[in-house]
């Protein structure tokens, strides 16, 4: 099913967690939110879910404005971000829960619902383990019951706050892929919220960038790694350093010297370059180049990862080589200049 967010606000006592926010998501996309703690994911997602009631704007589910709808009524499966299993309740009771408690008009056979249920087990990889209780299952077996359950009512969209969250990092990531794989399966349309961005970015078909209650940014994890819109996408997806420049004339400057890059569409003024560590080329001497004197060098495995002091008053910025470049040394002097980077006016 597709889903519409149009010009949500959310306001709790006065404070914004959620600044008009408008969002599309595809029939059967599974789609990242992805942000800080505190930038409003939980808030957009119970929202869709009907959890919380919008201050303002609407939520479509299909043509259909969902907003006044009850969380029953708009079908959804949810996995929240601290939410346990139902303790006292077997595996297949915690699957079968959502169906058990419908209306008889809606609820199907006893025999229907037990199938339903041991069908999700497999798909979860979790056969077998249908009589057993939350606390005889590692936690990783306890979200794929967790899924199974929030997948049970066939839900028009399934809504995902963190379900790994809790989990070492080996076993997140093998739920990842293996989620994503589920998804491809079933072709629910699934709204999943991480502040990882390894894995949004692994696991999303598109990523919705949050801060302070706004999204900055919807895109693929190409567009949002290779083009992001603002400073603080460049800044919180992969590794990033910048450097405070000035334009003029179409020209980068730093300091007394233009570093040889252009920016002939951007208006005369301050300014703050953006490069990835590793996106650099290493130039001889310097003219048009940004340089500077290597004050910390440390390796990791092939990479060198260096912080150079590159003067006038700036904070130090981080520029990654490899191994085999000796400029990389503590002490050294290097010569550089980005080779893909974005330029933000100051405002
Ligand atoms: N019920 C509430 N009452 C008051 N403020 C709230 C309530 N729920 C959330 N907030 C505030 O709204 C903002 C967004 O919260 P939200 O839970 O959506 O963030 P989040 O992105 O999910 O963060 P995290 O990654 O820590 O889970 C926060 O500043 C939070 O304190
Ligand atoms: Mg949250």
Known sequence: MELRVANVRKEFERFPALNDVSLDIRSGELIALLGPSGSGKTTLLRLIAGLERPSAGSIFFGDEDASHKSV???????????????????????????????????????????????????????????????????????????????????????????????????????????????????????????????????????????????????????????????????????????????????EVWFHDRVIGIKASDLPDGPATLYFRPHDIELTDGCSGCIAGLVTVSRRIAGTWHTEVDVGAGHEKIEVSLNADQSAALKGGRIAFRPRHYRIFPTN
Do not use: C
């Open 72 to 250: 029953q009524d708009r079908n959804i499966g949810f996995v929240f971000q601290h939410y346990a299993l139902f303790r006292h309740m077997t595996v297949l009771d915690n699957i079968t829960f959502g169906l058990r408690i419908r209306k008889s008009s809606r609820r199907p056979e006893k025999a229907e619902i037990r199938r339903r249920a041991l069908e999700l087990l497999d798909l979860v990889q979790l056969s077998g383990l249908e009589k057993r209780y939350p606390t005889q299952l590692s936690g990783g077996q306890r979200q794929r019951v967790a899924l199974a359950r929030a997948m049970a009512v066939e839900p028009n969209v399934l809504l995902l706050d963190e379900p790994f969250g809790a989990l070492d990092a080996q076993v997140r990531k093998e739920l990842r892929r293996w989620l994503r794989d589920i998804h491809d399966r079933t072709g629910h349309t699934t709204v999943f919220v991480t502040h990882d961005q390894e894995e949004a970015l692994e696991l999303a078909d598109r990523v919705v960038v949050m801060s302070k209650g706004n999204i900055e940014q919807v895109g693929t994890a190409d567009e949002i790694y290779d083009k992001p819109v603002s400073p603080f996408v460049f800044g919180f997806i992969g590794q990033s350093s910048h450097l405070k420049v000035r334009i003029e004339n179409g």
